[in-house]
């Protein structure tokens, strides 16, 4: 359009076209737009791309068609016995052996927990379930009562539902010095010995606290440390109370403890206690006190260094050797804190990975406006650092969760234990028994495992806010 | 490395070993502690009641109930291979009821005692039909699959070395599932272990028809339960519990007739149910322990045939585990 004088087409009035319908508007091309435009631009936009898709389908198409044929439509789903599973019982080819599963079901849910009492395991599970799905959903109310509830009052109340409490404490603080209370009042259960011991020990200790508290940093600070003595004892006395009384409720040993109810008590019992026995290792290790400083670094180079099978089986087989008397130690117990230290040290050193993530304004702020060192970790460093491994911190939890199938090897019967145990079993051999059983143990690692993943992207995206873009 | 914790274990063993007797530990315990396996067919596994049940199971049971008259007064421990000795040697079990196979190191200076032979057995191999050995000395350049940590891996190279034969190689397992399914994913030609257990693995093959047993058997393997030493009585206790097993299925004695046979007037059935001679006490139980027992558990056939025999899946014939009268070996010394 370089000569603008160029002559106009004529318009001619007498005939105008004007338009008297209105035109609906058309949709785009069905190249550009929907699933089609989504499949150009993400499976067929290059060469590589397109050999990628076809690959990936291929892929699914000789994976998923067998899986769902031998889990589903291959599959027996009643039966008593392995005859129902065997295919030239049936006639027919056979995948999954389901009724296996179901006739195991209890093996893999409790163990050898004793049958009249599952009651008590179900009400730990369920109880568990309903403190725990608040304290997660972060829109609901009461999350400070909450907290308190699931990790101060849940594990007493769920340590004396399933070994059935009732621990006939004997001596405490003094009775270890060497004063024996343990013959007085009842020789059973409540030890009346017990308790003497235990307020007379309260007693001293706190005596003890104010009497070096305050000569170290005077009577205010003597009174505080008799403060703290006292109240811990106190919440003591109460978990104590709790464990020792007689509830009514037949003892269950551990060793009768088996499948998922073992795998959720050491992986429940890792996670909680790692994360702030890892938060306290990593900080000790940054500490400035040589002293805290090595003790730290020493543990955990120890925890990271020996493997866990060697510590499980030291503890349970050469530690009995070694301790003297009938001195034993519950076996469940003994794996719970190797795994419970062990999982500390690898968590100390993904926090450590946070701490050094914070820029040195960050701590240099927080002391500009004047907060002491505990204060500028608990309101500035700590929050930032964690946020920032959230992800290492989740990938921790879930190879723990899955390392606990280790303590097989000391003849602790986990989910996996269990189900291999129930593999042996001649009533059950067929050749599809070990693929179902498998299959199903897969699945609920999954779920577990899957679920925890997802609510810590959940949780990133929450935490994210700040810095997204 | 194990070797010497075994020792420093024995020793540590020997210096306890003036403790109190083990029956009295296990009567002020209230059970017995028994080492089983951590599941094998037949053996030891945990049934749909979510019992322990199999042969090595039921001896448990029957000392048990000649203690407590009570078969279900015992704790059974699992136990792997590797850890069981360490097990007994530190205590945490009275009696190895665990599918151990009796040798001179381990009745000598590993420092136990093999109270009986609760099954004899020994390793066989299984090979594809298709492949149409008739033999095991025609197993030249084969391959084979083991599992590991057993003694079945050593015998077979002791086997091929006194036969002049070569193998292509040995695999190794950890479990036996695993070296089932590597077997008949045809990783190797021929699958090796105990006998008894080829009768369970041949029950997770998808045609067993297509599978054969060679001929051959090529090492002994008497499995029996074991004790620590220094403790002679609970040593008396464990093996005459296993030949009342066995002397009751002599005499004919089972878990429904004991009650009749109580009556009898045969000295030796009066002598073994004790209403002839207190011989219970020399162990340190009532004169009618063989009653308790045979009301719990039955005899020696009908442990066998409860969890081995022809009318379960695995279906062994009693062979060599028949008693002396009818073929086999079992032989119970007299009870007098």
Known sequence: MTDISAPRPSITPATPFVSTAFHEPQPAPVSTRGPILWARQHLFGSVPQVLLTLFGIWLVYVTVPPLI?????????????????????????????????????????????????????????????????????????????????????????????????????????????????????????????????????????????????????????????????????????????????????????????????????????????????GILLALG??????????????????????????????????????????????????????????????????????????PKGQYEGAMAVGLRSGLMMRLVVLPQALKLVIPGI???????????????????????????????????????????????????????CFGMSRYSMALEKRLDRAQRH | MKRILLAAAGLLSLAGAVQAATLDDVKARGALNCGVTQGLPGFSSPNDKNEWSGLDVDFCRAIAAGIFNDPTKVKFT???????????????????????????????????????????????????????????????EASICVQTGTSNELNVGDYFRANNMKYR???AFATLDETVKAYESGRCDVFTSDKSQLAAVRLKLTNPADHVLLPETISKEPLGPLVRH???????????????????????????????????????IKRLLGTDGKYGEGIGLTPDWVVRIIKATGNYGEIYDRNVGPATPLGIERGLNNLWTKGGIQYGPPVR
Do not use: H
Request: charged share 15%; net charge neutral; hydrophobic share 50%.
């Open chain 1, 285 to 358: 290790r940054r500490s400035k006190l040589q002293l805290v400083k090595w003790l730290c670094i020493i543990f955990i180079e120890f925890w990271r260094g020996v493997p866990l099978i060697t510590v499980l089986f030291f503890a349970t087989y050469m530690l009995p050797l070694f301790l003297p008397g009938r001195f034993t130690i519950d076996g469940l117990l003994r794996a719970l804190v190797g795994v419970a230290l062990f999982a500390s040290a690898y968590m100390a050193e993904v926090v450590r990975g946070g701490l050094q993530a914070i």
């Open chain 2, 169 to 171: 190689e040995v695999i």
């Open chain 1, 69 to 277: 044929k031998f889990f589903l439509i291959d599959a027996v789903w009643t039966g008593t016995n392995r005859d129902a599973c065997l295919a030239e019982k049936l006639g027919r080819p056979v995948g999954a052996c389901w009724p296996f599963i179901w006739a195991k079901l209890d093996q893999l849910i409790y163990g050898f927990y004793p049958a009249s009492e599952r009651w008590r395991v179900n009400v730990v599970y369920w109880l568990g379930a309903l403190l725990l799905l608040p304290l997660l959903i972060q829109s609901l109310p009461y999350k400070r009562l909450n907290a308190i509830a699931f990790f101060g009052v849940y594990p007493v109340v769920a340590f004396v539902l399933l070994t059935g409490g009732n621990l006939d404490l004997q001596r405490f603080v003094l009775g270890w010095l060497g004063v024996d209370f343990s013959t007085i009042g009842g020789a059973q259960g409540l030890r009346i010995g017990f308790w003497v011991d235990y307020v007379l020990s309260t007693v001293l200790l706190t005596a003890i606290a104010f009497g070096i508290s305050r000569f170290l940093a005077g009577p205010e600070g003597g009174r505080s440390a008799a403060q703290t003595t006292l109240s811990v004892l106190g919440v003591l006395a109460v978990v104590l109370l709790a464990v020792d009384i007689d509830t009514g409720l037949p003892q269950v040993e551990t060793r009768l403890w088996g499948g998922l109810l073992v795998t959720l008590v050491i992986a429940v019992t890792g996670i909680t206690v790692s994360l702030p026995f």
């Open chain 1, 394 to 448: 989740v990938n921790n939890f879930i190879g723990l969760f899955k390392d606990t199938t280790l303590v097989l090897i000391v003849s602790i019967f986990d989910l996996l234990g269990s189900m291999r145990a129930a593999f042996t079993d001649p009533n059950w051999a067929s050749p599809t028994t070990l693929f179902t059983g498998f299959g199903f143990a897969g699945i609920i690692y999954f779920v577990f």
């Open chain 2, 78 to 140: 699992p136990l792997s291979a590797k850890d069981r000795f360490t097990a007994l040697t530190s205590g945490a079990i009275d009696v190895l009821s665990r599918n151990t196979t009796w040798t001179m190191s381990r009745d000598t200076t590993l420092g136990f005692n093999f109270a009986g032979v609760m099954y004899y057995d020994g390793q066989g191999f299984l090979i594809r039909k298709s492949v149409g050995l008739k033999s095991a000395k025609e197993l030249q």
């Open chain 2, 230 to 268: 220094g403790d002679d009585q609970w040593f008396d206790l464990v093996k005459w519990t296993y030949f009342a097993l066995l002397n009751s299925e002599e005499l004919g004695i089972t878990q429904k007739n004991v009650d009749e046979m109580v009556k009898s007037e045969n000295p030796d």
